[in-house]
């Protein structure tokens, strides 16, 4: 019983949010629930919203918060972000998108453009849409970052899983280098185990060669608990 109050509780709180805290997105045009009201109302709706997030939501924004990294509030903001990353980076075979359902911004580096097969050295020609992604994360503040590096099946399990590693950390050190807060970003390998497409024929392989970067949003309701 006191679990189907509070599921009613909270279809409720997205009632009332999706009829009266609605905004333009400046990427489609279309009406949709303003994130900032979500923040608004409470990080607990939010966060429920929100896939995995490496080493913990709470305990990371707690150190951001305490290092400095962290200042006022998201909501609608990330949707600019979002077009401005778009803007940016056209035509580079860098992909930005929504994840967890709308809640966070994925931007997915490509393996061909970013390293040469086998290496964790990023391309010189790259580093400058690098350096548009760094500044972006400056300009947008609020928010923690991680970083995912993903193999194809291509070679052995355990060589792949070190080079995903390699290509994440490579990634993270390099936005730091670039000014962007060590307290907001952490990363990861998974090499062959998160597949984007399951082939074996060297055609859509290429696809699952590839570093993500996940932007989650902090509200200043989760910032200000944390302090």
């Known amino acids: 019983m006191q679990i189907s109050r509070k599921i009613t509780a909270g279809f409720a709180v997205l009632s009332m949010l999706t009829v009266s805290a609605c905004v333009t997105d ?7 629930v303003s994130r900032a009201a979500i923040g608004g109302v409470g990080g607990s709706v939010a966060g429920a919203l929100l896939g995995g997030l490496i080493g913990g ?5 707690a150190g951001a918060v305490a ?11 990330m949707d600019q972000q979002i077009k401005e990353l778009k803007e940016q980076t056209a035509g580079s075979g860098i992909d930005v998108s929504e994840t967890d359902g709308g809640q966070a911004i994925l931007v997915n580096l490509p393996d061909g453009v970013t390293f040469a097969t086998g290496s964790y050295s990023i391309n010189p020609g790259f580093q400058t849409l690098l350096d548009r992604v760094a500044a972006s994360l400056q300009q947008y ?23 995903s590693e390699q290509r994440a950390q490579a990634v993270s050190n390099y936005l730091i280098g670039r000014g962007v807060s060590s307290a ?12 984007k497409v399951a082939t074996g024929d060297n055609v859509n392989e290429p696809m699952n060669r590839r570093v993500e970067i996940k932007i989650i ?11």
């Open 141 to 163: 503040p609020n928010s923690l970052v991680d970083v995912y590096g993903h193999t194809d099946t291509v070679g052995s399990a355990t060589s792949n899983q070190r080079l």
């Open 217 to 227: 949003p902090v509200t200043q309701q989760e910032a200000n608990s944390a302090m």
């Open 67 to 77: 290092g400095g990294a962290l200042g006022g509030y998201v909501g609608y903001r």
């Open 26 to 32: 400046p990427n489609t045009g279309e009406r949709k």
């Open 184 to 195: 907001r970003i952490r990363w990861m390998g998974f090499g062959e185990t998160q597949l």
């Open 57 to 61: 939501k709470t305990a990371r924004i």
